[in-house]
């Protein structure tokens, strides 16, 4: 009945607590592993089971965990204590069961008072004799089903086949939201197995009835007669062993089909062509998702969720033998996922499944409404953020409104696209803006007002329930007015500890980026010149001279081994610095491209290293973090905010030093180049990814107790 683990983490964000009754890793195992690396946005995870290798792995990610007597093992009343002692201690705003005994258990253990429930359904079919061996025990777990769904306040089905079977086997009142398991692209971080000419067909599966075995390997041998040199794996233990065995030996294929048992899926996969499952019914299998994933064909039969994943011509009926042969042998029947969700993708949809189960007051203390007012009406850097904030906002279940001018109307118009509500006011110019913005604030506004930049902050100075979230460094003139616009406002917000250090009584909420997805992988080929990159605007503050004074040391000591590739053009630049830029550019002529306006991938995708040789105190640095979420390598100055970003100081050089730069990017390129990237992946996910955004400001706003 203890519950061990769950140490405290101060964190205000509420609790979401996960009940699985199994410890092992099959099964719903994957799904609790992907969220758990990837966060649910604005909740804290803790997951309840018994000990054993869930656990353990969930504590290597990083994952809170409660462990103790719970599951069928255990016992009901057991169970019971256990999960009710654990909802006491942590006070968990959401518990969410797994499988159908937390289902159960969950239903029928008392909770306290505030605390709402929410069900995945991962397993059901169709054919109810696929998990009930007798009528009765169909009829009778059906009722025992109907009962407990009365009790939850959210469900949640992982296809549209398994939200059809439960409305027609249980009749549950509530609403199911569908949400398919996400999967995120793989990508390579070795080089590929070398796969055989031949064709390579895996099982991976029980060696159970319901999973269809024995048409499988009948198929194959129709396989067999048209390539002789085939082969099946069939990956997996269960009662049949010795039966499939046995066929496989009667149909003469002995030669041509393995039974290894138990097997590494992701190694099995590398080394096959095609993965078969002709199971008797299927939800959201992960394992058509992964093999589709990698680019394998996938042959699966007609039943439950698998025609949301499958490509119409590798669906086949599996007691059609020579049908699953022509599926099999068919190089036609490719299933690609594109669009599909990613992880993130699916626990942002959770997160709002639970929005939607909370009362307003129980969602970490979170406003119900909040309008952001925008600094400019077209799109810049902080126009990016508001846009991702509102992002947040709308994922943690918080009503936005963006508020703009009418010219230019880009702003606007994206947060419209967005699925905002959007309020237009009419202005055109900085003055119209201040004074249309400052009217409507004080007479029409709904709830706390976000202002995103010092315009829309000044513009509303003195007016209540505000945060100001400034994305510059105020000189100048700004300095006065930005004390003028922080009176009586709720917080000041700065993307990074460089900036509190200029901003007082500020706090740090950093920037986020989308993971950017690069359409292709660079391959430099042997012999060919390293592409070092530059993304962002042609000026001396962006420290272009720097570049080119170090890129033209390079060329004298290492003659033809780098290029430089430059994207950005000199916007906002005076003719004057324009005139330095070129003239510091003008001697590197030979090596240096300029690509003008291109697409952030494409250029991404086209470099080796992407060096951001900033002299003035950058806030953040927003190419950064999108470059460690491209798993593309970057070097950085040490101006204002870019070495918080980047972390890992052995990538930081002087700014201002062209020598050091040329150091540093010789010095890239004599290391090990993949040495840093994955360690700026993680940091980004755990520190930069919308995920983190969201869960920064969701802690954020908790703080404040704001409410309406």
Same mark, same amino acid.
């Given at each position: 009945?203890?519950?061990?683990?769950?140490?405290?983490?101060?964190?205000?964000?509420?609790?979401?607590?996960?009940?699985?009754?199994?410890?092992?890793?099959?099964?719903?195992?994957?799904?609790?592993?992907?969220?758990?690396?990837?966060?649910?946005?604005?909740?804290?995870?803790?997951?309840?089971?018994?000990?054993?290798?869930?656990?353990?792995?969930?504590?290597?990610?990083?994952?809170?965990?409660?462990?103790?007597?719970?599951?069928?093992?255990?016992? !009901?009343?057991?169970?019971?204590?256990?999960?009710? !002692?654990?909802?006491?201690?942590?006070?968990?705003?959401?518990?969410?069961?797994?499988?159908?005994?937390?289902?159960? +258990?969950?239903?029928?253990?008392?909770?306290?008072? #505030?605390?709402?429930?929410?069900?995945?359904?991962?397993?059901?079919?169709? @054919?109810?004799?696929?998990?009930?061996?007798?009528?009765?025990?169909?009829?009778?777990?059906?009722?025992?089903?109907?009962?407990?769904?009365?009790?939850?306040?959210?469900? +949640?089905?992982?296809?549209?086949?398994?939200?059809?079977?439960?409305?027609?086997?249980?009749?549950?009142?509530?609403?199911?939201?569908?949400?398919?398991?996400?999967?995120?692209?793989?990508?390579? !971080?070795?080089?590929?197995?070398?796969?055989?000419?031949?064709?390579?067909?895996?099982?991976?599966?029980?060696?159970?009835?319901?999973?269809?075995?024995?048409?499988?390997?009948?198929?194959?041998?129709?396989?067999?007669?048209?390539?002789?040199?085939?082969?099946?794996?069939?990956?997996?233990?269960?009662?049949?062993?010795?039966?499939?065995?046995?066929?496989?030996?009667?149909?003469?294929?002995?030669?041509?089909?393995?039974?290894?048992?138990?097997?590494?899926?992701?190694?099995?996969?590398?080394?096959?062509?095609?993965?078969?499952?002709?199971?008797?019914?299927?939800?959201?299998?992960?394992?058509?998702?992964?093999?589709?994933?990698?680019?394998?064909?996938?042959?699966?039969?007609?039943?439950?969720?698998?025609?949301?994943?499958?490509?119409?011509?590798?669906?086949?009926?599996?007691?059609? +033998?020579?049908?699953?042969?022509?599926?099999?042998?068919?190089?036609?029947?490719?299933?690609?996922?594109? #669009?599909?969700?990613?992880?993130?993708?699916?626990?942002?949809?959770?997160?709002?499944?639970?929005?939607?189960?909370?009362?307003?007051?129980?969602?970490?203390?979170?406003?119900?409404?909040?309008?952001?007012?925008?600094?400019?009406?077209?799109?810049?850097?902080?126009?990016?953020?508001?846009?991702?904030?509102?992002?947040?906002?709308?994922?943690?279940?918080?009503?936005?409104?963006?508020?703009?001018?009418?010219?230019?109307?880009?702003?606007?118009?994206?947060?419209?696209?967005?699925?905002?509500?959007?309020?237009?006011?009419?202005?055109?110019?900085?003055?119209?803006?201040?004074?249309?913005?400052?009217?409507?604030?004080?007479?029409?506004?709904?709830?706390?007002?976000?202002?995103?930049?010092?315009?829309?902050?000044?513009?509303?100075?003195?007016?209540?329930?505000?945060?100001?979230?400034?994305?510059?460094?105020?000189?100048?003139?700004?300095?006065?007015?930005?004390?003028?616009?922080?009176?009586?406002?709720?917080?000041?917000?700065?993307?990074?500890?460089?900036?509190?250090?200029?901003?007082?009584?500020?706090?740090?909420?950093?920037?986020?980026?989308?993971?950017?997805?690069?359409?292709?992988?660079?391959?430099?080929?042997?012999?060919?010149?390293?592409?070092?990159?530059?993304?962002?605007?042609?000026?001396?503050?962006?420290?272009?001279?720097?570049?080119?004074?170090?890129?033209?040391?390079?060329?004298?000591?290492?003659?033809?081994?780098?290029?430089?590739?430059?994207?950005?053009?000199?916007?906002?630049?005076?003719?004057?610095?324009?005139?330095?830029?070129?003239?510091?550019?003008?001697?590197?002529?030979?090596?240096?491209?300029?690509? #003008?306006?291109?697409?952030?991938? @494409?250029?991404?995708?086209?470099?080796?290293?992407?060096?951001?040789?900033?002299?003035?105190?950058?806030?953040?640095?927003?190419?950064?973090?999108?470059?460690?979420?491209?798993?593309?390598?970057?070097?950085?100055?040490?101006?204002?905010?870019?070495?918080?970003?980047?972390?890992?100081?052995?990538?930081?050089?002087?700014?201002? @030093?062209?020598?050091?730069?040329?150091?540093?990017?010789?010095?890239?390129?004599?290391?090990?180049?993949?040495?840093?990237?994955?360690?700026?992946?993680?940091?980004?996910?755990?520190?930069?990814?919308?995920?983190? #955004?969201?869960?920064?400001?969701?802690?954020?706003?908790?703080?404040?107790?704001?409410?309406?």
């Amino acid at each position: 009945m203890a519950v061990g683990d769950i140490p405290r983490t101060g964190s205000p964000l509420p609790i979401a607590l996960w009940v699985v009754p199994v410890s092992g890793l099959g099964g719903v195992a994957r799904h609790i592993l992907d969220v758990a690396s990837a966060g649910i946005p604005g909740y804290e995870l803790i997951v309840l089971s018994p000990e054993g290798p869930l656990p353990a792995e969930l504590r290597k990610r990083g994952a809170r965990v409660a462990v103790g007597s719970f599951g069928p093992d255990a016992g !009901t009343l057991s169970s019971i204590r256990t999960l009710r !002692t654990a909802a006491a201690r942590l006070r968990p705003a959401v518990v969410h069961s797994h499988l159908a005994y937390a289902d159960v +258990i969950v239903a029928a253990t008392p909770l306290p008072a #505030g605390t709402v429930r929410v069900t995945t359904e991962h397993g059901i079919a169709g @054919d109810d004799q696929v998990y009930h061996r007798t009528a009765l025990k169909s009829r009778l777990m059906a009722k025992v089903h109907q009962l407990r769904l009365r009790r939850f306040d959210g469900v +949640i089905a992982v296809a549209e086949a398994t939200k059809r079977a439960m409305t027609e086997k249980w009749a549950p009142s509530q609403d199911i939201r569908v949400i398919l398991n996400g999967v995120d692209p793989i990508r390579q !971080t070795s080089l590929p197995v070398s796969r055989n000419s031949s064709l390579r067909i895996l099982a991976l599966a029980r060696l159970s009835p319901e999973k269809r075995i024995p048409q499988l390997l009948k198929a194959f041998s129709v396989v067999l007669e048209r390539k002789p040199d085939a082969h099946l794996t069939v990956a997996g233990v269960g009662e049949l062993e010795s039966e499939l065995k046995q066929l496989a030996s009667d149909l003469g294929m002995t030669e041509s089909v393995t039974f290894p048992g138990f097997v590494d899926a992701d190694r099995a996969m590398e080394e096959a062509d095609v993965l078969a499952q002709l199971s008797v019914w299927e939800n959201c299998s992960y394992s058509l998702l992964d093999a589709a994933n990698r680019g394998m064909r996938v042959i699966a039969s007609r039943v439950g969720g698998n025609p949301e994943i499958v490509d119409p011509r590798g669906l086949v009926d599996a007691d059609d +033998i020579d049908a699953v042969a022509a599926a099999l042998l068919d190089e036609r029947a490719e299933t690609h996922l594109d #669009g599909w969700l990613s992880v993130s993708d699916m626990t942002k949809a959770v997160a709002e499944v639970y929005g939607e189960a909370l009362p307003a007051d129980a969602r970490g203390g979170l406003p119900a409404h909040i309008t952001l007012a925008t600094n400019n009406g077209d799109i810049g850097g902080g126009e990016v953020m508001l846009l991702s904030i509102a992002k947040a906002l709308r994922t943690l279940g918080v009503e936005v409104t963006v508020v703009g001018p009418s010219e230019p109307a880009a702003l606007v118009e994206a947060a419209r696209e967005q699925g905002c509500k959007v309020v237009e006011l009419p202005a055109n110019g900085r003055r119209q803006w201040i004074a249309q913005l400052r009217a409507w604030d004080g007479s029409q506004r709904e709830g706390l007002l976000w202002c995103n930049g010092l315009v829309p902050a000044f513009a509303t100075s003195f007016h209540p329930r505000r945060i100001v979230h400034l994305h510059q460094r105020p000189t100048g003139v700004q300095r006065l007015l930005s004390s003028i616009a922080r009176i009586g406002s709720l917080r000041t917000l700065v993307p990074s500890e460089s900036m509190r250090g200029a901003i007082s009584r500020s706090t740090v909420l950093p920037n986020w980026a989308e993971m950017v997805e690069l359409p292709a992988a660079r391959e430099r080929r042997e012999g060919e010149p390293a592409i070092v990159g530059f993304l962002g605007r042609f000026s001396v503050d962006k420290g272009v001279p720097v570049l080119a004074d170090a890129m033209a040391q390079l060329e004298k000591s290492n003659p033809g081994r780098f290029r430089l590739r430059m994207a950005g053009e000199p916007r906002f630049v005076s003719e004057s610095a324009r005139a330095t830029v070129e003239a510091a550019l003008a001697p590197i002529s030979d090596i240096v491209e300029f690509t #003008g306006w291109t697409l952030r991938d @494409d250029f991404l995708a086209s470099i080796d290293l992407l060096v951001v040789p900033s002299i003035w105190a950058e806030p953040f640095g927003l190419v950064v973090s999108e470059a460690m979420s491209a798993r593309i390598p970057v070097i950085v100055s040490d101006a204002g905010a870019l070495p918080e970003v980047i972390g890992d100081q052995s990538l930081v050089f002087k700014a201002g @030093d062209a020598s050091a730069l040329a150091e540093a990017i010789s010095k890239h390129f004599d290391d090990v180049p993949s040495r840093h990237v994955e360690d700026q992946f993680v940091r980004w996910r755990t520190k930069f990814s919308p995920e983190a #955004g969201t869960e920064r400001v969701a802690s954020m706003l908790a703080a404040l107790r704001v409410r309406g």
